[in-house]
Each structure stands twice: as structure tokens, then as C-alpha cells.
């Protein structure tokens, strides 16, 4: 078998995907048609011709702009199926999504409205696809603690169905100390942590988001590599990185692929897992993040195999489904 058809039938899960990220073109002009939002591109090729970035910002601008066609509870849950039904043909199993809540509530639709949409649609997945999902609750970075904190207050009718609260936008100039607070405050609630730390900011905010935020995972961490200390420290939590090959090749965070850390992770023993981060945007879901990134580096079946398990073992499934989901893998690997 091929290292692609390999990949293809191997049990995933996806640890780092932001719904509004998976906005597709198409469903982008549906959308703007049925709400009868102006959307500026005159076809699907023009949109797709607009997604040509030098940095995180540069992708920001029009990944929030997108997410302006997003109205009502029925856009919500289309927008999930839509994610989940791509995810499903990637033989991902499960996935933890991000969301925005700010990005939708500041333009006055209500957070309901959002969390609604979103988990009826997660629930359909699940029914209709296997696919299981949890949802993770994103502070916007760029924005205030107390916009974070006002957030969380509308959060509240919904918390027993969101799994976390994570950190997400323009990640320099905005450190995790300025979000200390409020994760502190999401610990005290039971809630997972997560953040986006070393995606663009220096190995200073990885080890912030590590000793002030506290976190359970760490999305991205690729300037971690520049700190030898902390890569020991990586390395001995056994952390578990959401690392998003393509999202790094579009944002420039690599300049080719061949020159994409991975490789040097897994042999520093890093708890690496490979996620489309917002793959309506990058160019490519789930088995595309692993085929590019074999092709470019080399990864062999082994490495390969050994990111699908890390991949739940680094969920927040509970014991037993997590070993059930592991062993999949390990058959699968055992048979390929
Ligand atoms: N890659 C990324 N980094 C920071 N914030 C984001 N929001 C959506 N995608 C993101
Ligand atoms: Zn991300």
C-alpha cells in the first residue's frame, strides 16, 4: 500500500480546527445570498484568488470578514456538517473544534444563536457520520480581558456542552499574561485549556502560555524549537502540539514545507499531532496536512502512524474511549 492510501484509511482525530476556518467559497456565496449579505468578490475563483497571505494578520483581515455571511442557527449547523462531512471522508474519527464567539457577537448575532447552530450540527455529525466532537471556546486575543470575561458570562447557559476555552487571533503583541485571569478563572469552572502560543510570537510566550495559562494542550508551539530548554520541557510533559503544516506554509511561518519542523519534533520526542487549523483558507484538510507534509519531509509510516495516536491520546475523550480510539489506530498500523 502507498504511504497516501495508508494515510487515507488511518483513524484520525483533529485536534486544531476553527469552524469559521472551514468556510468554503461556495458555501460563503450561499450564504451571503440567503441572508442577503454584500459579500466583496463576484465568484467563488475571485474569493479563492483573495487568499494569498504574507502573515497571520493578512489572513485574519479576510478570514473575520468571511464569517460576516454567518447569521442565523441554521448557518451555524450548516457550516458544521459541511466541516464534518469533509472530515468524515478523511477518516477522522473525532475533533475538538475552535470557535469564535466574539467575532459573531460583536456584530450583534447572539451567542446562542452560535452555540446552537454549532452543536446541533456536531450532534448530526455524530448520528448521521460517527464522527464525535467536542467544541473549545476561543477568546480573541486582540480584544480585551474584559471582553474575555463578558464572553464567558454569555457562555454560561452552555458551558455543561463546551469542553474548553482556548486562545486564538493576533498572537504579537498580545501575550498570554494578558489572558491570565481569565483562564484561571475557566480552571476554577472545570473547563480545559488550550492556547495558540509560538505560531508567529517568540518561545517567551510558549513558555507563558505553560506557566501563567496553565494549559492541557498547546496549539501550534513551532518557535518553541528556538528554546533548547524548553524543548526539554515539551519533550518531558509529553505536551501535546496541534501542529498545522499548510496554515504554516500559507502564513509564511515556513518558507517551503521541507523546512517545516515536524521532522525535528518527533526526533526530540515531542507529542507532535498534525490538524487543517482552518483549511477552507490553506489549501487542504486532514489527509492533504499529511500527504504534503510526507512528501515534503519524508515522514515515514511509522512517524505517520505514531501522530494519528498521539492525536487521541492528546484529546479530551475520557479513558475509555480514548484507549478504544488508540487501539483502532494500533490495529490499523499492525494490518497496513
Ligand atoms: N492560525 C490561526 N492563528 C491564530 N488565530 C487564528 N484564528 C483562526 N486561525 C488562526
Ligand atoms: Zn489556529
Known amino acids: ?19 469559521e476556518g472551514s468556510l468554503e467559497p461556495e458555501l460563503m456565496f450561499e450564504l451571503a ?23 497571520l494578520q493578512d489572513f485574519l483581515d479576510i478570514y473575520y470578514a468571511g464569517a460576516r455571511v454567518l447569521l442565523t442557527e441554521e448557518d451555524f449547523h450548516d457550516l458544521a456538517l459541511a466541516y464534518f462531512r469533509r472530515a468524515a471522508a478523511d477518516n477522522v474519527r473525532h475533533a475538538e473544534i475552535f470557535f469564535d464567539p466574539q467575532t459573531h457577537t460583536d456584530r450583534g448575532v447572539p451567542f446562542g444563536v452560535v452555540a446552537e447552530g454549532l452543536l446541533a450540527g456536531m450532534k448530526r455529525a455524530e448520528r448521521e457520520l460517527g464522527v ?3 467544541l473549545i471556546l ?16 454569555q ?10 476555552v482556548g486562545l486564538d487571533s493576533s498572537e504579537i503583541g498580545h501575550p498570554p499574561s494578558k489572558f491570565q485571569r481569565i ?6 469552572m472545570g473547563l480545559k485549556r488550550v492556547a495558540h502560543a509560538g505560531e508567529e510570537g517568540p518561545p517567551e510566550y510558549v513558555s507563558e502560555a505553560l506557566d501563567l495559562l496553565h494549559i492541557d494542550r498547546m496549539d501550534h508551539g513551532n518557535r518553541s524549537m ?6 526539554e520541557r515539551l519533550a518531558a510533559s ?21 523546512d517545516h519542523p515536524v521532522p525535528e519534533m518527533l526526533r526530540r520526542g515531542l507529542h507532535v499531532t498534525l490538524n487543517s487549523d482552518d483549511p477552507a483558507y490553506f489549501g487542504g484538510y486532514m489527509n492533504d496536512n499529511y500527504r504534503r507534509l510526507a512528501e515534503a519531509v519524508g515522514l515515514t509510516r511509522e512517524q505517520v502512524t505514531r501522530m494519528a495516536k498521539n492525536s487521541f491520546e492528546g484529546s479530551f475523550l475520557s479513558g475509555g474511549e480514548r484507549a478504544a480510539r488508540i487501539a483502532e489506530v494500533e490495529a490499523y498500523g499492525a494490518g497496513g
Open 155 to 164: 457562555a454560561e447557559p452552555w458551558l455543561d456542552r463546551i469542553e474548553g
Open 238 to 258: 509529553q505536551m501535546t502540539l496541534t501542529v498545522c503544516p499548510l496554515s504554516n506554509l500559507k502564513l509564511c511561518v515556513v518558507k517551503d514545507l521541507k
Open 183 to 188: 483562564f484561571e478563572r475557566a480552571g476554577q
Open 226 to 231: 528556538e528554546d533548547e530548554a524548553l524543548i
Open 1 to 19: 500500500m502507498s504511504l497516501d492510501a495508508y494515510i487515507a484509511g488511518l483513524p484520525k482525530a483533529e485536534l486544531h480546527l476553527h469552524i
Open 33 to 55: 445570498r440567503r441572508n442577503k449579505v454584500a459579500i466583496p468578490f463576484d465568484s467563488v475563483e475571485a474569493v479563492r484568488a483573495a487568499y494569498d497571505f504574507s502573515n
Open 138 to 153: 476561543c477568546f480573541l486575543r486582540h480584544l480585551d480581558e474584559h471582553a474575555a470575561f463578558d464572553t464567558l458570562h
Open 132 to 134: 464525535t466532537s467536542k
